[in-house]
Every structure is written in structure tokens, then in C-alpha cells.
């Protein structure tokens, strides 16, 4: 309803008293502070004004909007420093979704680099595996959402969202330090057909399957659970055997298990998600940018 120009002439013949003492406050003509006090009284649908001899005295409207009209640009005064430090990137607000050994690697290196540089920025973490984690964004729950996928079990991705692929996270096979094939640099999969199993989560059991089926056997599952843990618990303990992604060891290694390279070469893809109008959100880009320098160190571990 209110153009802040308009309002901010208003105040100020308000304040000095006449349009020729605004006109010279404000550097415009009275020609021109005459024609926008005309518009803000269309806008508002009454006289503001009115002529008492050569001088001018507000109305009833205008003694309201007299009232109100230093708040209203006090208002937009901060609304627009607001702003701008969003887009100065001095403050900011990001939600981020992301699986258990994601928050436990890159988010930390992440929220860690952007402390240093731009405190003004907050990352707010909140925990979730794909494909809910994917639901949430599209909800507007999270801003950004990691999420990782496996060839041929690809995460389906809705129209409205844009993935940006971080890294490739080679998958290891958890032997007991003791097993005959731990002192082998990588494991051959189908080596592996009489072992007894853990699997992991529902995706990553999906794949483990899938990855067995491709060598040519269906493996003896003894135990599963989410818990990555509990899992390289069981393997030190000798009730089988798991496969892990890379980078769960790198934060979290029983002493008494080894990780060992696959083959045929197997990987989960890491991918950030997010709507694709908020990459032009100022810190939603700057953390983007973040995870990928993060990713990159993390490349080939």
C-alpha cells in the first residue's frame, strides 16, 4: 500500500512544515514533492492535507499516518540492513539434512571452515537417511539435504530439486584383523561367497545384495542393523562379516577389524540436494560451495 519514498517525504514536510521546506531537506523540486504527496493521497484514498492561508495542516488521516510514518521507516530501514547482510553473507540461517556418517565428517570440516570466515551464518544440523531426508526438503523442513545413492539403486529425485554430486565413497569389506584374507591389500567379492554376513542399513543391504548377485552368490545374512557400531562389534567378534562404506571408517574403526578395499570396484555416490531457486540464496551457495571443498579432501580416502 505505502511507497517508502512517498512515506519518506511525508515525514519529512511533516517535520519542517511545508513542501518547499522538504523539497530543500530532501534535494527535490516542490513541483516534485507536491506530485508524490498527491499519489500517496490516492494511495491512502483521502486528503492528508489541507490548506490553512499559505500554509498547510494535516488532516485526521494524516495526524494517523503522522503517528506511524517514523516507525514505518524505521521499519524498512532495518528490514533493508537486514538484507543486506544476508547478502553480505554477515548473517544467515541454514538448515541442514544429512545421514549419520555425513554429519560425522563433512558437516563438522564444513560448519568449522564457515565458523572462521562467516560466524554471522548459522547451520542448523538435523539427522535423516535418503529417502526421507529427500522429503523433508521438498517439504521446506531443511534447506539442503545430503543424501547418497548406489548405481543401479539410484534415489529418485523430484523435478522442483537439483543435485550436486560431492563424491564417489568407495564401499570396504570389515574382515576380523585374524581373517586369512586380511592381509590382502583389496578382496575379491566372490572370495567371500562361504562368509557369514552383517548387513547394514535397508539401502545399503539393497545394494549389498545387488553387488552379491553380480558376483554370482546370495549371501549367508546372520545379523542386521542400522547401527555401524554394533556392526564392526559383531565382526571383531568373529559372527561374520560386513561391507562398509569408506567413510564410516574414517571416524569409527573397531581395533580389531580391517578394512579392505572390494573388487569389482564398488562406491555410493554423495550428493547435495536443494530446490533449485534457493541456490541463489546467499548462504545457502556459500555452504554448497563449503561441502564441496570439504568433498574434495575427502576424495579417494
Not at 483521502?46 to 503517528?67: C, D, H, N
Not at 521438498?138 to 523435478?159: H, K, M, N, Q, W
Request: charged share 25%; aromatic share 4%.
Amino acid at each position: 500500500m505505502f511507497d517508502s519514498r512517498q512515506i519518506k517525504t511525508f515525514h519529512e514536510v511533516v517535520r519542517s512544515g511545508s513542501y518547499s521546506a522538504a523539497a530543500r531537506a530532501l534535494g527535490y523540486t516542490q513541483p516534485a514533492v507536491s506530485q508524490q504527496m498527491k499519489a500517496l493521497e490516492r494511495d491512502v484514498g483521502t486528503p492528508l492535507f489541507i490548506r490553512v492561508g499559505r500554509g498547510i495542516r494535516l488532516t485526521e488521516a494524516g495526524l494517523t499516518l503522522a503517528r506511524h510514518s517514523g516507525t514505518i521507516l524505521e521499519s524498512v530501514d532495518a528490514a533493508r540492513r537486514q538484507i543486506d547482510s544476508l547478502t553480505r553473507l554477515r548473517s544467515g540461517r541454514v538448515r541442514l539434512c544429512a545421514f549419520p556418517s555425513a554429519a560425522a565428517t563433512l558437516i563438522p570440516e564444513a560448519m568449522a571452515r564457515l565458523g572462521t570466515d562467516h560466524p554471522g551464518v548459522r547451520l542448523e544440523l538435523l539427522e535423516g537417511e535418503p529417502p526421507e531426508s529427500l522429503r523433508l526438503l521438498t517439504r521446506g523442513e531443511c534447506d539442503i539435504t545430503l543424501a547418497f545413492s548406489y548405481p543401479g539403486l539410484a534415489v529418485e529425485i523430484p523435478d522442483e530439486v537439483e543435485e550436486i554430486r560431492l563424491l564417489e565413497d568407495r564401499v570396504t569389506i570389515l574382515l576380523p584383523t585374524g581373517h586369512p584374507l586380511a592381509r590382502r591389500r583389496a578382496v575379491q567379492l566372490g572370495d567371500l561367497a562361504g562368509e557369514r554376513w552383517i548387513a547394514g542399513c535397508p539401502r545399503c543391504r539393497a545394494h549389498f545384495l545387488h553387488v552379491c548377485a553380480e558376483a554370482g552368490f546370495t549371501p549367508d545374512i546372520s545379523f542386521a542393523t542400522d547401527d555401524n557400531l554394533v556392526v564392526q562389534s559383531l565382526v571383531a567378534a568373529g559372527v561374520g562379516i560386513a561391507m562398509m562404506p569408506t567413510l564410516v571408517l574414517s571416524f569409527l574403526c573397531h581395533r580389531k577389524i580391517t578394512g579392505r578395499l572390494v573388487e569389482p570396484h564398488a562406491f555410493r555416490r554423495i550428493s547435495a540436494y536443494v530446490l533449485r531457486d534457493h541456490q541463489r540464496i546467499p548462504a545457502v551457495g556459500l555452504v554448497l560451495d563449503e561441502l564441496r571443498r570439504v568433498a574434495a579432501n575427502h576424495v579417494g580416502c
